[in-house]
């Protein structure tokens, strides 16, 4: 396990755990490494129950993705103010995800996560340039997706109809787009790629 010793190191700025074997529930580091600003903590076999994650607000980068992670996602992950990448795809996270909790780069892709976007929710995230939301049980393209992202990922969700080019801002930008395993009407797609940067692209 991760020892819970790390959070005596009062000046640690970054923590990196990546691609070992740590398992066992992940210590209350966060609230007291108050420089904390990277932690990297992907590919372990780290448990316990999110609902009760506690977060520093210094946090940067946080990536806790391909572990083992239950619960939902505490409302508390909105007081990552700095944060500028958050990973914890691949989980065994679940229940209802308000997207109005996050501002940056976010994967939450394959876990058990229903994402709920209101469909007044109009706000836009210039700093966002990276979204993964696989396996989310989304119905419809949010309206914020004319921000320029350059990673996309909405595959294997319940989208249906046609692709709305003008949800893809300019395509000046966007390089990776997966839309595969949803309901979508092949109407304007090749006009979409053509005319974008695109170098990967799935859509069957």
Known sequence: PIPPSLSFLKDLTLIDLRQNNFGGEIPDLFPNLTKLTDAYMSDNQLTGNFCEFQFGSSLQFLTLDNNRLYGCIPKSISNLVNISELDISSNNLSGIVNFEMFTNTLALSHNSLSVSINKNFNHTFPALDNLELASCNITNFPNFL??????????????????????????KYLM?????????????????????ALRYFSYF
């Open 146 to 171: 004319n921000t320029s992202f350059l990673h996309l990922d909405l595959s294997d969700n319940k989208i249906s109809g046609r692709i709305p080019e003008y949800k893809f801002g300019t395509g």
């Open 176 to 196: 990776f787009l997966n839309l595969a395993y949803n309901f979508l009407s092949m109407s304007g797609m090749f006009d979409l790629v053509l005319r974008s």
